[in-house]
């Protein structure tokens, strides 16, 4: 069964840093380009970050300089590092495959993070 599983949110400080894990199975990890998302509250789900088999990598502009979205595929996981985090970064964080791919498994929980004082 194909599935993905996000981990690693929590409540952190503005200026504060996360790092969030994907594990994936039930797919050939290595051949899919896999993305980060989130969706904030009342507002649409946004890619966030993406990376490539090889490990190109792309950001959106709310997040450059302050988020890298890294991949181990020997252990089947995309990581998603944020740092200086900001309040409007609150929302649930989701992994699922990048830009062009079709939806892989279902969205699931995601991951929540809360950056507040």
């Known amino acids: 069964q194909v599935q993905l599983v996000e981990s690693g949110g929590g409540l952190v400080q503005p200026g504060g840093s996360l790092r969030l894990s994907c594990a994936a199975s039930?797919?050939?990890?290595?051949?899919?380009?896999m993305g980060w998302y989130r969706q904030a509250p009342g507002k649409q789900r946004e890619l966030i970050a993406h990376i490539t088999p090889g490990g190109s990598t792309n950001y959106a502009d709310s997040v450059k300089g302050r988020f890298t979205i890294s991949r181990d595929n020997a252990k089947n996981t995309v990581y998603l590092q944020m740092s200086n985090l900001k309040p409007e970064d609150t929302a649930v964080y989701y992994c699922?495959?990048?830009?062009?791919?079709?939806?892989?498994?279902?969205w699931g929980q995601g991951t929540q993070v809360t950056v507040s004082s």
């Open positions: 699922n495959s990048g830009p062009g791919g079709r939806v892989i498994g279902s």
């Open positions: 039930g797919f050939i990890f290595r051949l899919y380009v």
